[in-house]
Each structure stands twice: as structure tokens, then as C-alpha cells.
């Protein structure tokens, strides 16, 4: 009776949509891929899958033009008398010959340069005859991989030996996506997930969406990661060079123009390839360009290529990108893989205006049950048929995916990845119950192990049970870790529990306690492994220590769209500490620095007496015009950079064991990252603060600033840091005001440079401030190289700094390696 109602339900799947279906052949035989189709001055369309085979929905029996189009081939026109549904139309498309004009041209004159004055000069006619539309959207993504390694770097990649074949290769990832899009430009789009489809998973959202797809040839810039150039910006000639390849007549007897476009340099943000130009009008009729991993500043990605076609509607005289595709491949040590992403608009309309209320904040969400539609569904709403390798990916993923739900293959898995192995007890464990969703994980002291003065060697291990809902995005997990300091034989342990309640405001609730080393600046200005290095083989110990017992409860949630509060509360006791060894590894008449972060050849002062304090903080960052999308799920917010990010927070030290440490405190912070079209991103950080009642508090709550005196910056944000500045140098308990410019050019001047361009690099120059009372402002002005490397590993940065206080004060040069963050 199941496949009774079954074989029904998709018999009337086929018939209560109308479709033209069929295949598309060259004068060999050969299928061929991505073809433009349509239906004449409709906006009605689709494109053929890999296979050379299309599916075109019309909604009425009745007769229809329909236009076959290929770049390089002569477009077909077939009129079909449709009376009933499924029509199988095949066709086969034979070579265009694209012919030079007869007329003698000038030598000295290249006919190419002209045709791309006249699309710059239409250029915004052109785009704003389609500056607002609404439109249905499908999208499909997959990604293969080949030839895939059974191991990188040691570790094993047998997560996907289920879907692969014996070559170890095959389909990872393959969704589709079936939305509705209103569009204004340059950048308001509203789009409703109407379908959502990802192989192997029946609750999966597919990411793919309208907004990634928007590739304007029209603007100056398109954005790849990094601002490519468009042919036909207004500054186009100033990084191409074009060359007439001949011209054709289209359906509707316009005169298309084919232009080579080729970069004058290599490494900058361009593409090559064609551009098909409308004679008359200067509307694109087509786009088929490249660009490289390199280009992009994307160095696993080798090549991405882009195409697209654009229809002509005669009622309305409107040129309208119908159908696209980036195919990439892509790289990275032993790892290889490929993919492509097609799309087609279709049923577009142009309102003269959109409703107000029309565009805000929510930029996506999906219908109810987007992601639960049956293959019925899907059969008559594709555009795209499927190939038979994605056919196969499907219903063998979905076959597995059953299995894969069950105890018995998921205990399994387990079974294999919970193996407790030689290296396991320094390195680490990890035990899992995906069926009941909990892991328990043991941290072991490979990687926690590290020296300073005040312990010694020390080394930690750490112990972690938590559960985790992948459908809600929620998490909880309970985690303690041991520590010991071997030169003043001491034990410590820490505890913390933590919990997330939901992904719509993000809800999170932190609790941790216990008694730890820490350093005087919170925001650990030297890393373990960095003060090691220093101090054992340049005899600088300059992380400073204090032994903190504590316990602490936080909250913190989105209030509202794009503001986030958080609210603590911390008790501490506070202890002095002091060195406990003299231990290196160099023969050096130099000593140890003691302990005290402003005394640091007095042995006997302690740097801050045992005291205990409270204190509560409230703080709120707010992200002006934050948009987000709304899935089933949770919420999930998108960056904004049109606007900065401001952060406000007030912090009290109150029921102390002594009233001269209590304190108040108020501080703001504004971010902002800035881009300036294909000459580089400026970021800037500026931030300030104010004591209240804070003469005598402990040097624990001071304002401490990110100093560096070891010359290795540790990869992360230099917005946040003085790369010459000692680290306590200028701490106060007063007022202070910060400021941090970073420019990037993101390659636009160290591509242009003969030599220096090969190292597609990235210069970056710097200023940074800091001002406090009673001393003249601190300074550094930077210069640096970034994105260097070998190859495709880019993990290096260098800088010379430059610092003045009341004059001259030093120079450094820095090294920035991008992995250290990754190892503490």
C-alpha cells in the first residue's frame, strides 16, 4: 500500500507542474554543460546539469519560444506546441563563427579598448535598469575531493571512507537550495528559503544562498575574498589589457562583441578571460573569467571560474543575468579537491519601489519545514536535473544516513575513535557516546607544559564531560583542571561549568572557580610557550605572577538584535608571589628579574599584599545595522563593517577586606574595519577608561596594557597591542585613552613592485597611541610586511617598530607567527 501511494504521489509530482525537459548535445554528440535556456522575452529559465540534460518549468499547456544559448555556439530557437506535460525537447548546437569586422582598422588602434570605454561609460545605465527585482532563485553546491590521503601530518582522515570509492575519491558535501530574493541595490537583499536539501543529513540547512551569488560586473569591484577589479570599472585599463576577438549576431539580431581580457600584472585581484559585450547598448551578454588562489589572497584555492548569462526580454528592453556557475579547485599539501556552484534566476519582476519595511535586518529565513520537503517536491520545483553521480550521492547518503543514526553503527565509531592509544596519556584522550551525545576528554600535558620563574616547569592536565545537541546548537559541560609548579612544589586545581540555553540570543551561562597562577595583565600579554623560550635562553622572564583563588558566575545573552550584555560577579583572594628558580639552558652572567612588574631588581617587596575583593561588572557591545539570518535552529549574525562596533562596560571592586581597594571603573571601546575598494582594508581600535575612588587599589586592577619586549607577536590582532612597549610600564589607576590604525593594502602597492611582488606579500603600516596623566603619550609607528610564506602556507609577518615618548625611544623588529595562537 507504501508504494502504491508512493508511485501516486510522484505520478502527480510530474503533472501538477508542467515541464519541458530534454538534452543538449554539440554537433559530436557530446552533452554539454551549463547552456543557457530560456523562454523568448519571458524571465523563465534554467541551464543544463553536467550531463547535458535541463528541465524547464512553465505553468500552462500552450505555445512557447524557447532559446538555446552557448558561448561559442549558435543559439538555438525551438518553438514547442506544448499540450501536454512532460515535452521532451533534444537539441544539438552547433559552432558560431565569430567574425572580425571587414572594415581595415587602423593598426595603432586597438577596436577592444574603445567597446570597454563605451561599457564604462553605460556602465551605470546598464546596472540600474536592474537595480531592483524580485526573483526566484535555486542554487546548487558540491564539493568532490580526489585521491583523498589516508593521513595528513599523522593524523588519520577516515571520517569520509563511508562516501568515497576506492580511489578515495568522490562527493563530501552536496546541497540545494530553493528561495524567493527581493533585491535593491548595491547591497539590500531580503531572501525567503522556500527549500533546503543537504545529502545525508534530513534535518541539514544548506548555506547556500543569493547574497554569495551576487557577482556585479557592473560595480567597480567584485568581491572574491579579496575586491577584484571589473573589466569594465572605471579604472579597468589601469590593470587590463582587452583584445577584439570577433563578434556574432544573437536571437534577437544585436551585435555581441567578444573581448579577451587579460591582467597586467599577475598577482594583483584581476581575472582573465572573456567579456561579451552588447554593440549599441554595452550591456554584458556574458561572463567567463578566472582568477587564481593568488589573486584572491586565497592561498588554498588555486583557480575559480566564473560564468554567466544574461537574457534579453524585448517588452521590457532588459538585459538580466539568468544563470551562473563557479566551478574552483583546490588544494593543500597532499589534499585536493573541486566543486562547483550553479545557479539560475528566474520569474524576475522590476517595481518601480519596495514597501517600506520590505528590507531590515533579517536578511534570510526559511519557511516552516524548508529542510523537510519530499523528493516529489523537489522533482517538480528543480530547475537543475541532477546528474546521475549526485542521483547516487543522494541515495546512498540517505541510505547511510538511517544506518549512521543507529546504536549499533554509531557505538561502532566510537568503538575506533575511542581507542586509548601509546601517546594518549601526555598527549591526550577523547571518549565519546555520540548515541547519548556526551564526550568525555582528558587534556594531557604535551601541549601544558611550560617554565617560568615563580613555578618552574610547571604542567597541568585537564578533565571535561559535556553534552551536545547539534539540532538546537546548544551545549553544556562540566571541566576541571590540575596544575603543578615543580620548583615551589605546589598543586592548584580550577573547576567550571558551563551551559548555552539556545542559539536565538545566545544565552550562556559560566561558572568557574579554584585557585590558579595568573598573570597581572588579564589579557595575557606573553604566552606560556613564548615566556619559556624567553626565559630560558635569553634569561628574560618577563611574565610577571600572582596567585588568584576565585569564583565566579557570569551571564550573558543578545538583548536585541546587535546588543550583547553581559553581567559577573567575582570573588578573589589575591597572593604575592616570587621567584623559585634560577634554572637555563645558556651560560649567562645575567640574572633573573625578580617578580614585582615595576621593581624588578627588588627581591624583598612583594608586588601586591594578600587581600580579598568582589567585583561585578555589566558590560554591553553594540553592532549598529547587524543583520542575521533567521533559521529553524537559532539565529545567526552576519558582520557589518559599514558601521563601527561600540563596547561600554562599568566594573566595581567592592566588600574588600580593606576599603582603599575598592573601586570603580568605567571604560569604551569603538572598532571599526574600513574598506577602500581594492586598496586595502583600514582597521582602527580606540578605546578609554576612567578610575573612580582608585588611588590606592591593588596593582592587580590597575589598567594594564599589551606590551611586547620579545619580539614574536603571537599571531593574533595587532589592533590590541605597543610591539615595543614594556609590559607595565605605563599601567595606571587613573584615566587612559588608546589609540590603534592599522592600514593593509592588501597587495595593491607590493604588486606593483618589481621583485617585491613575487612575494605576494601584503604592506601594512601602523600607528598606535597611548595616553595617560602625568606622562607624555606613548607611540609606535609600524611598517610590515604580511601573507608571507612558502607556497600555499602564508604564516608569517614581519615589522620594524618605531617608538617615541618625549623623543626617540627604541626600534624592533617583530616577527608575527600565525600558528602560535593556534598551540597555546
Do not use: C
Not at 128 to 137: G, I, L, P, Q, S
Not at 449 to 461: A, D, E, L, R, Y
Not at 602 to 609: K, L, N, Q, S, Y
Not at 644 to 666: C, Q, R, S, T
Amino acid at each position: 500500500m507504501k508504494k502504491i501511494a508512493l508511485f501516486v504521489l510522484l505520478f502527480l509530482s510530474y503533472y501538477s507542474f508542467a515541464q519541458i525537459r530534454g538534452s543538449v548535445v554539440d554537433s559530436h554528440g557530446n552533452p554539454m554543460a551549463f547552456v543557457n535556456i530560456y523562454v523568448q522575452d519571458t524571465y523563465i529559465s534554467t541551464t543544463t546539469n553536467e550531463q547535458g540534460k535541463y528541465d524547464l518549468n512553465v505553468k500552462n499547456p500552450g505555445k512557447y519560444i524557447i532559446l538555446f544559448q552557448y558561448l561559442g555556439y549558435k543559439t538555438e530557437k525551438k518553438v514547442i506546441d506544448a499540450e501536454k506535460f512532460p515535452q521532451i525537447v533534444d537539441v544539438v548546437l552547433v559552432e558560431e563563427e565569430v567574425k572580425l569586422n571587414e572594415v581595415v582598422i587602423d593598426p595603432k588602434v586597438n577596436p577592444a579598448n574603445e567597446m570597454i570605454r563605451n561599457a564604462i561609460a553605460n556602465r551605470k545605465i546598464n546596472a540600474n535598469k536592474t537595480a531592483r527585482y524580485n526573483a526566484d532563485f535555486y542554487s546548487k553546491g558540491i564539493f568532490r575531493v580526489k585521491n583523498l590521503p589516508k593521513n595528513i601530518l599523522g593524523q588519520k582522515l577516515d571520517l569520509f571512507d563511508d562516501v568515497i570509492d576506492s580511489t578515495r575519491s568522490g562527493i563530501l558535501y552536496l546541497s540545494e537550495t530553493v528561495s524567493k530574493i527581493s533585491f535593491q541595490k548595491p547591497d539590500k537583499m531580503k531572501e525567503t528559503i522556500v527549500a533546503s536539501k543537504v545529502s545525508g543529513n534530513d534535518n541539514g540547512f544548506s548555506f547556500n544562498n543569493a547574497a554569495s551569488a551576487n557577482f556585479d560586473f557592473y560595480e567597480n569591484t567584485v568581491e572574491f575574498n579579496e575586491k577584484a577589479i571589473s573589466p569594465i570599472a572605471d579604472n579597468a585599463f589601469n590593470y587590463y589589457k582587452y583584445k577584439f576577438e570577433g563578434s556574432f549576431t544573437d536571437e534577437n539580431n544585436q551585435l555581441i562583441n567578444k573581448i579577451k581580457v587579460t591582467p597586467k600584472r599577475a598577482n594583483e585581484p584581476v581575472m582573465e578571460g572573456h567579456i561579451y559585450l552588447v554593440d549599441d547598448s554595452w550591456a554584458i551578454y556574458a561572463i567567463d573569467l578566472t582568477i587564481t588562489g593568488v589573486q584572491m589572497q586565497t592561498p588554498a584555492l588555486n583557480t575559480l571560474t566564473l560564468k554567466q548569462n544574461f537574457s534579453y526580454n524585448n517588452r521590457n528592453k532588459i538585459w538580466i543575468k539568468n544563470t551562473q556557475t563557479i566551478d574552483f579547485e583546490a588544494g593543500i599539501l597532499t589534499l585536493k579537491m573541486n566543486g562547483r556552484f550553479t545557479y539560475v534566476f528566474s520569474n524576475f519582476e522590476f517595481p518601480e519601489k519596495f514597501e517600506k519595511k520590505t528590507f531590515g535586518a533579517e536578511v534570510l529565513k526559511f519557511e516552516e519545514n524548508a529542510n523537510k520537503k519530499e523528493d516529489a517536491f523537489w522533482n517538480t520545483i528543480r530547475p537543475v536535473p541532477l546528474t546521475t553521480e549526485e542521483t547516487n550521492d543522494y541515495l546512498k547518503k540517505d541510505a547511510l544516513q538511517t544506518k549512521k543514526k543507529s546504536k549499533v553503527y554509531l557505538d561502532s565509531i566510537d568503538a575506533k575513535k575511542n581507542k586509548f592509544r601509546f601517546m594518549s596519556p601526555i598527549s591526550g584522550y577523547t571518549y565519546s557516546n555520540t548515541f547519548k551525545k556526551w564526550t568525555f576528554n582528558y587534556d594531557g600535558p604535551l601541549l601544558n607544559t611550560s617554565f617560568n620563574t615563580v613555578q618552574g616547569w610547571n604542567t597541568s592536565v585537564g578533565f571535561s564531560y559535556g553534552t551536545n545537541d547539534e539540532d538546537k546548537r546548544t551545549y553544556s559541560r562540566i571541566s576541571t583542571r590540575l596544575s603543578y609548579g615543580f620548583a615551589e612544589d605546589k598543586f592548584r586545581a580550577t573547576a567550571s561549568y558551563i551551559r548555552k540555553f539556545n542559539n536565538n540570543d545566545n544565552s550562556t551561562l559560566y561558572i568557574n572557580g579554584g585557585s590558579l597562577v595568573s598573570q597581572f595583565n588579564g589579557n595575557n600579554p606573553i604566552s606560556k610557550n613564548v615566556n619559556t623560550i624567553s626565559s630560558l635562553l635569553f634569561v628574560n622572564n618577563f611574565m610577571k605572577l600572582y596567585e588568584k583563588n576565585y569564583a565566579t558566575i557570569s551571564f550573558g545573552k543578545e538583548v536585541i538584535n546587535g546588543v550583547n550584555m553581559n553581567a559577573s560577579i567575582e570573588y578573589a583572594e589575591r597572593k604575592p608571589l616570587w621567584n623559585t628558580t634560577e634554572q637555563r639552558w645558556i651560560k649567562s652572567e645575567d640574572d633573573y628579574t625578580s617578580n614585582h612588574p615595576l621593581l624588578p631588581f627588588d627581591f624583598e617587596t612583594p608586588a601586591i599584599e594578600k587581600h580579598n575583593l568582589v567585583k561585578a561588572s555589566l558590560s554591553a557591545q553594540i553592532k549598529f545595522g547587524q543583520e542575521y539570518w533567521t533559521r529553524p535552529d537559532g539565529k545567526f549574525n552576519l558582520g557589518n563593517n559599514k558601521y563601527p562596533i561600540l563596547f561600554f562596560a562599568y566594573e566595581k571592586g567592592f566588600a574588600a577586606n580593606n576599603k582603599n581597594y575598592e573601586f570603580d571603573f568605567v571604560s569604551a571601546r569603538v572598532s571599526h574595519n574600513l574598506s577602500i575598494g581594492n586598496k586595502g582594508e583600514m582597521q582602527m581600535n580606540l578605546k578609554g577608561g576612567k578610575f573612580f575612588n582608585g588611588d590606592n587599589i591593588s596593582f592587580v586592577d590597575y589598567k594594564h596594557f599589551n606590551g611586547n619586549q620579545t619580539h614574536i607577536a603571537n599571531g593574533g590582532s595587532y589592533l590590541n597591542v605597543f610591539n615595543n612597549l614594556p609590559y607595565y610600564s605605563m599601567s595606571t589607576n587613573d584615566s587612559y585613552f588608546e589609540t590603534h590604525i592599522e592600514h593593509n593594502d592588501k597587495g595593491y602597492i607590493m604588486n606593483k613592485i618589481p621583485l617585491l611582488n613575487k612575494l605576494q606579500s601584503q604592506l601594512v603600516l601602523g600607528f598606535h597611541n597611548l595616553a595617560i596623566p602625568n606622562q607624555k603619550p606613548y607611540q609606535e609607528f609600524t611598517i610590515g610586511l604580511d601573507n608571507l610564506g612558502f607556497g600555499k602556507l602564508r604564516l608569517f609577518r614581519f615589522d620594524y617598530v618605531r617608538s617615541y615618548q618625549n623623543g626617540y625611544q627604541g626600534d624592533a623588529i617583530v616577527f608575527g607567527l600565525k600558528f602560535l595562537n593556534l598551540i597555546e
